[in-house]
């Protein structure tokens, strides 16, 4: 259904179709969206839905909180153009990784040759020194990695960075990225019923460092993440002529043409769920990044949750957002927002929708999902729920 053409009453019809919990769909092992491990990132069924029903093919799909790129992927692969945006660094390495994955075959013949000599080529790698790269010398990760495991993983990178096409560094630093957070792993924490504890991202987020330093053998973990990116990059539509624009940028200060975007998918923040900076330090402290100036504006941090003025300041934001987002969207337009039901905050989801309908015009009253994201267990044990809600300019 061409959704340029569809009127706001069809659409409505359209979403009461749709069981938006749809069950058990997960985040698809088989595809670019399992390569990272990234907190908050919902299932690719709705953008999935979404892009297909509100937009046509050609049409710039437009995500200002990116996250790991979810939403710009299965734009790509309906061949829409895209646009993707975030103030988290770790959110731009993902969502490069993933999107070169997708456009560029250069990377699979990359890929092939990687998976089939890596452990030929590496010892090359193994020498002294870090070259021109300051990557991986930060004093901090001795706290988190196994001197030998942090060896290895030095080796790697310097493989890596050796890397002439920058579609093939963009996968590797992603998979780089999600090995340093397996090699961080507790390795035989037990839960309170002695099972293997799973680690979670939230361990990172709070700074909970291993008790003793675990060995990981980081290069043959580097290379299961070579050769399920190589099945996966086998598996994928060919998307090379699709244009992609990925960026860091903060949507409150993005300086960009206004009417210029054909859809907005997007998810924003959740209020007090999650710091996206925290839970990526360690990428952080691999490449140096300052992780405090990357905090400091993200919009509804965990940290802050417990200020005075936190739910003021979240919405301040979502305001100014919410502005930017109706300017850049083409008249006539529509903007998909899900967001999350908030325990602490009740109400807040809500909030957040009536900002949205101050700029676009709701099509539908919200939609409720039960959340299939990954975040903190949730000690209270009850269900966690998302809105889903459209808007047109």
């Known amino acids: 259904m061409p959704g340029t053409k569809l009127a706001p009453r069809e659409v409505h019809a359209a979403l009461n179709c749709v069981n938006w919990d749809f069950p058990g769909a997960t985040t698809?092992?088989?595809?670019?969206?399992s390569l990272h491990r990234f907190p908050g990132n919902f299932i690719p069924q709705i953008p999935s839905?979404?892009?297909?029903?509100?937009?046509?093919?050609?049409?710039?799909?437009?995500?200002?909180?990116?996250?790991?790129?979810t939403t710009g992927v299965?734009?790509?692969?309906?061949?829409?153009?895209?646009?993707?945006?975030?103030?988290?660094?770790?959110?731009?390495?993902?969502?490069?990784g993933k999107i070169a994955t997708l456009i560029d075959p250069i990377v699979r013949d990359d890929l092939t040759r990687l998976v089939q000599e890596f452990f030929w080529i590496l010892p090359t790698y193994r020498t002294q020194g870090t070259g021109k790269s300051r990557d991986g010398i930060n004093p901090e990760l001795t706290k988190w990695?196994?001197?030998?495991?942090?060896?290895?993983?030095q080796t790697i990178w310097r493989l890596i960075s050796s890397s002439t096409n920058a579609a093939t560094n963009a996968l590797l630093a992603m998979l780089f990225s999600d090995t340093l957070f397996a090699c961080a792993s507790t390795g035989q924490a037990l839960t309170s019923g002695g099972k293997p504890r799973r680690h979670h991202w939230g361990w990172i987020a709070?700074?909970?460092?291993?008790?003793?330093?675990?060995?990981?053998?980081?290069?043959?973990?580097f290379h299961e993440r070579l050769i399920r990116a190589f099945k996966i990059a086998l598996t994928q539509p060919n998307v090379s002529k699709i244009e992609a624009k990925i960026e860091r940028q903060?949507?409150?200060?993005?300086?960009?043409?206004?009417s210029t975007v054909d859809l907005v998918v997007t998810s924003p923040p959740y209020l007090g769920m999650i710091d996206y900076a925290l839970a990526n330090r360690l990428t952080y402290l691999w490449f140096n990044w300052p992780m405090d100036e990357d905090r400091e504006v993200e919009i509804g941090a965990r940290y802050r949750r417990n200020r005075a003025s936190a739910d003021i300041t979240y919405l301040e934001s979502i305001d100014i957002a919410a502005q930017k987002i109706s300017e850049l969207l083409k008249e006539k337009r529509y903007c998909a927002v899900v967001i999350g039901a908030s325990r602490k905050f009740p109400g807040m989801a809500e909030k957040v929708l009536n900002l949205f309908g101050q700029y676009m015009t709701p099509i539908n009253e919200p939609l409720k999902r039960s959340s299939s994201r990954r975040r903190v267990s949730d000690r209270k044990g009850s269900q966690f729920q998302e809105l889903v809600s459209i808007f047109r300019k």
């Not at 990695?145 to 993983?153: G, S, V």
């Open 28 to 33: 698809l092992e088989s595809t670019v969206h």
């Open 49 to 69: 839905y979404l892009i297909q029903l509100l937009s046509e093919q050609g049409d710039l799909v437009f995500d200002p909180f990116c996250g790991s790129g």
């Open 74 to 96: 299965e734009a790509a692969i309906l061949g829409r153009r895209v646009w993707q945006t975030d103030a988290n660094r770790v959110s731009i390495l993902v969502t490069e």
């Open 145 to 153: 990695f196994h001197p030998d495991t942090l060896a290895q993983l």
């Open 206 to 221: 709070d700074n909970v460092r291993p008790n003793r330093l675990n060995w990981h053998n980081a290069e043959r973990l």
């Open 250 to 258: 903060d949507i409150r200060s993005l300086a960009a043409p206004a």
